[in-house]
């Protein structure tokens, strides 16, 4: 089928042969297919979806549009994890040292901020000097030295995904699961991994708004992971509210050194246990996960935990001394608050809107080639069902460029709730499924 018609086809809700979605992949990948009849197939997908054959035939063709790495010298079980995106999600950046600190083999191949989600390689680049884009000799060569190493896609593994992934970003394709199973999954399989543990956020500030979405989400990829021979265990997570008290990439990074230290707020660190407790478990480092959370803790409080995190940074040319020392981080020069209007308590915080308000401050990218301000973000001074004075401050906008700050403080402020009663406290984790 020539690329009109397999555009046409998949619009007017047929099926399409995995043939001709290999050779669409495989075309796109090499330039021969441009990114505008790749945008269109992605908006027809979003909207009639892809059938499990589709959908398994679209995902290897994107997982063979490059290496398939094979980790099989490194010793251990490889586990990594992947989250589905949210607002304020540094939990890669704590997770990785955490399990490889505890004996987890840990390749992980991360993305950039999408749509309103921050991405972890946006923030590890926030660390002066940090490198993600090494060669695969080298990536091997960390995880089978230090334990793990975190990259980004280099243009041998799963290239189809990183085009499309930056295409989607642009295109309002992005929220699609079979899109997003295909991403994530290819480029998971691609990395060398033994095991996968799902981080599936659901709520405001996530793709899969309801807990029906992303439990599909977490099936069909349980399901494609089954399929290619690797076990995958998914949580489902609270992503009502950002996790955590940073959004923005170096205050990320801090509130990740932190949270091995032991002082990081209580909702991004459970998220962060609970989703290393199940990769010590696939990694065959703990027989349940009563025993993993005794030994996470333990490397918190032994240090064990942010020495290994700082093993990686220097490992991959960044500054360990900004592990100890913050100020190494890039800093904004500005900083703002977002006062309440209201007394009472915090009822809900429109996390989308949170994350679309950082990205137009610079946290983020709004086209594919913009480049992003390392430095700027907010830190939430309220968060959900805690109580609030007319005048107290909500958030502090941290910034260089003043020209969007207005418009940035009207948005979160637009994005807090406020009522006489503080809600009922939800869920952090809403399903674990395996
Ligand atoms: N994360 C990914 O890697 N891909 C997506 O499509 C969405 C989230």
Wanted: charged share 25%; aromatic share 4%.
């Amino acid at each position: 089928m020539r690329p009109y018609e397999l555009i046409k086809a998949k619009r007017d809700g047929k099926r399409l042969e995995p043939g001709d979605i290999r050779a669409f992949i495989e075309a796109y990948t090499s330039g021969d297919v441009p990114d505008y009849q790749m945008s269109a197939l992605c908006m027809a997908v979003f909207f009639r979806g892809l059938d499990a054959v589709e959908l398994g035939a679209w995902t290897r063709a994107m997982l063979e549009s490059g290496e398939v790495l094979d980790l099989g010298d490194v010793p251990g079980v490889k586990v990594d994890k992947h989250s589905t995106g949210g607002v304020g999600d540094k939990v890669s950046l704590s997770l990785a040292p955490l399990a490889a600190a505890c004996g987890v083999p840990v390749p992980m191949i991360s993305g950039r901020g999408l749509g309103h989600t921050g991405g972890t390689l946006d923030k590890l680049e926030s660390i002066p000097g940090f490198k993600v884009d090494l060669p695969v000799s080298d990536y091997r060569r960390l995880v089978r030295e230090v334990g793990c190493c975190l990259i980004g896609q280099t243009a041998s593994v799963a290239p189809a995904d990183k085009k499309l992934y930056a295409l989607r970003d642009v295109t309002a394709t992005v929220d699609c699961i079979p899109l997003i199973c295909s991403s994530i999954m290819s480029k998971k399989l691609a990395e060398g991994i033994d095991a996968l543990v799902l981080d599936v956020k659901v709520g405001s500030g996530a793709f899969m708004k309801t807990v029906e979405d992303a439990r599909l989400l977490a099936r069909t990829m349980i399901g494609v992971g089954a399929e290619m021979g690797r076990k995958v265990t998914a949580l489902l997570t609270d992503m009502n509210q950002p996790l955590g008290r940073a959004v923005g990439n170096a205050l990320e990074v801090v509130e990740a050194v932190e949270m091995l230290r032991g002082r990081a707020p209580a909702d991004y660190t459970e998220v962060t246990l609970a989703l290393t407790a199940e990769m010590l478990v696939l990694g065959g480092r703990a027989g349940s996960l009563a025993e993993a959370r005794q030994k996470l803790e333990r490397a918190v409080r032994d240090g064990s935990a942010v020495r290994k995190l700082q093993e990686i940074v220097e490992a991959q040319g960044g500054d360990p001394g900004a592990i100890d020392d913050y100020s190494r981080l890039p800093q904004a020069r500005s900083q703002v608050d977002v006062l309440a209007t209201e007394e009472g308590f915090v009822t809900g915080i429109q996390t989308e809107a949170v994350g679309l308000a950082a990205v137009a401050l610079g946290a983020g990218r709004q086209r594919v080639d913009s480049r992003i301000d390392p430095a700027v973000g907010f830190t939430l001074l309220r968060k959900v069902g805690e109580p609030v004075k007319k005048g107290d401050p909500l958030v502090r906008i941290h910034y260089n460029d003043p020209a969007p700050v207005e418009d940035v403080r009207a948005r979160l402020l637009a994005a807090y709730s406020c009522g006489p009663r503080a809600p009922e406290p939800q869920p952090l984790i809403l399903e674990r499924l395996g």
